[in-house]
């Protein structure tokens, strides 16, 4: 059973940053597996904001195209999400998971609690 736990979340004012890290035990198919990351906003759906394959290529929604950045770390089986210039939209639990198409692989984590606010 894969378990993710995401963290690096919290509060922080309009222009500024965060840096999320998501951290999967349980896996031995981290490293082959696309990993994204999501978010979710109160009253809104899940969203997949950023993606890395198992080769490094990224994809970014447009609402985080230039402000955001995903990576990984497959020896560690963790994968981060530095977020800049953040915008109070931007406010939102985000997770961590495995892209399979438009689902995922695993059980969700908890998330993190991101808030932007002056």
């Known amino acids: 059973q894969v378990q993710l736990v995401e963290s690096g979340g919290g509060l922080v004012q309009p222009g500024g940053s965060l840096r999320l890290s998501c951290a999967a035990s349980g896996s031995i198919f981290f490293s082959m597996s696309v990993m994204g990351w999501y978010r979710q906003a109160p009253g809104k759906q899940r969203e997949l904001v950023a993606a890395i394959s198992s080769g490094g290529s990224t994809n970014y929604a447009d609402s985080v195209k230039g402000r955001f950045t995903i990576s990984r770390d497959n020896a560690k089986n963790t994968v981060y999400l530095q977020m800049n210039t953040l915008k109070p939209e931007d406010t939102a639990v985000y997770y961590c998971?495995?892209?399979?198409?438009?689902?995922?692989?695993?059980?969700w984590g908890q998330g993190t609690q991101v808030t932007v606010s002056s």
């Open positions: 998971n495995a892209v399979y198409g438009s689902t995922v692989l695993w059980n």
